[in-house]
C-alpha cells in the first residue's frame, strides 16, 4: 500500500538516511526499531511531509506521490500519533480534534458549537473514550490525550479515500498498563480501515502488536522479519551491536547502602493524594515507589521536589527539617528532581548543553552579576566527558542531542549542582536499550559515590533490578515494602497483590 524507494536524506553534508526501502501493506502494524540517533525520527518527518527525500520516492497505492507538507501527508490518508502529544491543553476536545478544519463547523465567522460538539462525539466513539467534547484538554489524563490524538488521525477516515496510514510514535511511553491494553485492543480494531507503523523502543510491545519489524541502525534498515520469528534478544542485537545481557540493570554493581539517613519523612500527606507517609532513605541507596495512577506515587515525588506543598508531616535532609520554600528550598537542601515529562520540565531545548548544565546553579558561573561563559564552557566539558555525552560541543542546542543524551544532560545538571538526592521519575522514558543500559550504568555509578535515590520507574521489572528497596503505595498509603539484595530480588506479582 505504501512504499519507500531507497529513500535519501542528508544535513549539511551528513547522510541520515541511506537508501532506506521500507513498504506497509494493508491491515497490517509494522514494527519500527532502533537506537536514537538511527534515524527513525527523520523518516517519520519524510512520511508526514516535514522533510523531503534528497534521493528516492515514495508510491502509495503503487502511484509515485509527493507529500508536500504535513497538510499534503494528511490528504494522502497519513497521519501522526506523536510521542510528545500535539495537543493544546488551553483548548476544548472538540477544537483539538478539528483544529484546522473549523470552517467546516462556520458561517458567516460564527462557529457552529452544536455542529462541533455533535462530530467530535462521533470521532470519540471510534476510540471508545466518553468525555464532553467541551472539556479543556488540561482536564484530561494523559492517557485520554493520547486517545484524543488516535482519534484526530482517524478523522481523515471522512476525508480521504481509501486506507488510512496511522503513525505511532512511542505511543505507550507515559501509559499505564491498563490504557496500553486499551490501545492495543483499539488498534487491532483499526488494522480493517487503517495500517500503522508503530515506533517503540519496548521490544516486548512492539512483538506484541507488530506483524512486521524493521531494525534501523545508523541511518539504514538493517533486518526486516515477520514479528513471529523475532525475539528481544535478537532485536536487541541488530540494534545496538551487543546482545542483550542478563547484568542489563547492572545489579552486580548494587552495593549495600550506608546505614546513615539522608531523608525522613514523617506523617508526610498530600490532601487527596496520600496521608501520614512515614519511611527512610539512606546514603546511597535506591529506593523504588510502586504504584499504580491514582496510588500518590506521582504526587510524592513532587511533594519531596517542592513542586506540591504537603498539607501536613515533615521531611528533615541530612538532619535538618526541611522548611517551606518550593523547588529553591529543595535545591538547597541538595534534592534534584528528573521529571517524567523531560521535555517540559526537565530541559529547556532552545538553550546549549552548557546553559542547561548550569540552571540549578547559575551563581557557581557569574562574577559580579555577570556569566562567566569561559567557566561555565569548562564546567559542560568536563561532564561531557565524564557522562560520555555524545554532542558536537557544550555550545550545540540541546534540541538536536538524541533523548538518552538530553537525559545524560539533566543528570549532569543536578550533579553539577551538587544535589546528594535525586528523585528518578521514569528516568528512561523514550529511551532506547542502548540508552537505557547507559542510564542504568550512572545511576549506579552516583549511588557509589554516595548519592541516594527516589525511584518511580517505567516497569516493576526495571524497578527491581534497580532498587535497593521498594515500597508499594495503593490509595495513598505504604501497602508494603521489599527489599531487593541481589539474587534475592522479589518477583513482579509479589509486587502486584499489594499494587491493586
Not at 554532542?391 to 538536536?400: F, Q, S, Y
Not at 516493576?460 to 535497593?468: A, K, V, Y
Request: with cysteine; aromatic share 4%; net charge negative.
Amino acid at each position: 500500500m505504501l512504499t519507500l524507494n531507497n529513500v535519501t536524506k542528508r544535513f549539511n553534508g551528513v547522510t541520515v538516511l541511506k537508501g532506506i526501502d521500507l513498504e506497509v501493506r494493508k491491515h497490517e502494524v509494522v514494527g519500527l526499531i532502533g537506537e536514537n540517533g538511527a534515524g527513525k525520527s527523520t523518516l517519520m518527518k519524510i512520511l508526514t511531509g516535514v522533510y523531503q527525500p534528497d534521493e528516492g520516492h515514495l508510491e502509495l497505492d503503487g502511484q509515485p506521490i509527493v507529500l508536500d507538507g504535513p497538510r499534503g501527508a494528511t490528504a494522502q490518508g497519513i497521519a501522526m500519533v506523536y510521542q510528545e502529544q500535539s495537543i493544546l491543553p488551553n483548548l476544548s476536545v472538540a477544537e483539538n480534534l478539528f483544529m484546522g478544519r473549523e470552517d467546516e463547523f462556520s458561517r458567516f465567522g460564527w462557529l457552529n458549537w452544536k455542529k462541533l460538539h455533535r462530530a467530535a462525539r462521533q470521532q470519540l466513539a471510534k476510540v471508545n473514550l466518553d468525555i464532553d467534547p467541551g472539556m479543556l484538554c488540561s482536564d484530561l489524563s494523559f492517557g485520554q490525550r493520547q486517545m484524543i490524538e488516535l482519534a484526530k488521525a482517524l478523522a481523515l477516515e471522512e476525508r480521504c479515500q481509501g486506507h488510512l496510514v496511522i503513525l505511532l510514535d512511542e505511543p505507550t511511553s507515559v501509559l499505564e498498563q491498563r490504557e496500553i491494553d486499551t490501545l492495543f485492543r483499539l488498534v487491532r480494531q483499526l488494522k480493517s480501515r487503517a495500517s500503522f507503523i508503530f515506533v517503540s523502543h519496548r521490544l516486548d510491545e512492539l512483538l506484541e502488536l507488530s506483524d512486521r519489524v524493521y531494525v534501523m541502525k545508523d541511518g539504514e534498515v538493517v533486518a526486516q522479519m515477520p514479528a513471529a520469528e523475532a525475539s528481544k534478544e535478537r532485536l536487541h542485537s541488530l540494534m545496538v551491536g551487543r546482545s542483550l545481557q542478563a547484568e542489563f540493570y547492572r545489579e552486580s554493581l548494587q552495593k549495600a547502602c550506608l546505614p546513615e539517613v539522608v531523608l525522613s519523612a514523617r506523617g508526610l500527606a498530600l490532601h487527596g493524594h496520600f496521608a501520614s507517609l512515614d519511611f527512610d532513605l539512606h546514603r546511597g541507596e535506591i529506593l523504588g515507589i510502586a504504584g499504580v495512577i491514582g496510588s500518590g506515587r506521582e504526587e510524592l515525588c513532587r511533594v519531596l521536589a517542592g513542586l506540591l506543598p504537603r498539607s501536613s508531616g515533615e521531611i528533615e535532609v541530612h538532619g535538618k527539617r526541611l522548611a517551606g520554600g518550593g523547588p529553591a528550598a529543595a535545591i538547597r537542601a541538595g534534592i534534584g528532581y528528573i521529571p517524567r515529562e523531560r521535555k517540559i520540565e526537565g530541559i529547556v531545548s532552545m538553550l546549549s548543553v552548557a546553559q542547561n548544565m548550569t540552571l540549578a546553579r547559575i551563581g557557581q558561573v557569574t562574577r559580579a552579576g555577570l556569566l562567566d561563559e569561559k567557566h561555565e564552557r569548562s564546567l559542560a566539558e568536563s561532564w561531557i566527558k565524564r557522562l560520555s555525552i555524545k554532542t558536537p560541543g557544550p555550545d550545540a542546542l540541546l534540541l538536536n542531542l538524541s533523548g538518552g543524551n538530553q537525559q545524560k544532560v539533566v543528570l549532569a545538571k543536578w550533579r553539577n549542582a551538587g544535589s546528594t538526592i535525586l528523585i528518578l521519575d521514569h528516568p528512561t522514558r523514550g529511551l532506547d536499550v542502548g540508552a537505557k543500559e547507559d542510564v542504568y550504568q550512572l545511576i549506579r555509578e552516583i549511588t557509589e559515590e554516595g548519592v541516594s535515590v527516589i525511584l518511580t520507574a517505567d516497569t516493576l521489572e526495571e524497578m527491581i533490578g534497580l532498587s535497593h528497596r521498594i515500597l508499594v503505595m495503593r490509595d495513598g498509603d505504604v501497602a508494603q515494602s521489599f527489599e531487593c539484595l541481589p539474587g534475592s530480588k522479589p518477583q513482579q506479582v509479589d509486587l502486584i497483590q499489594y499494587m491493586v
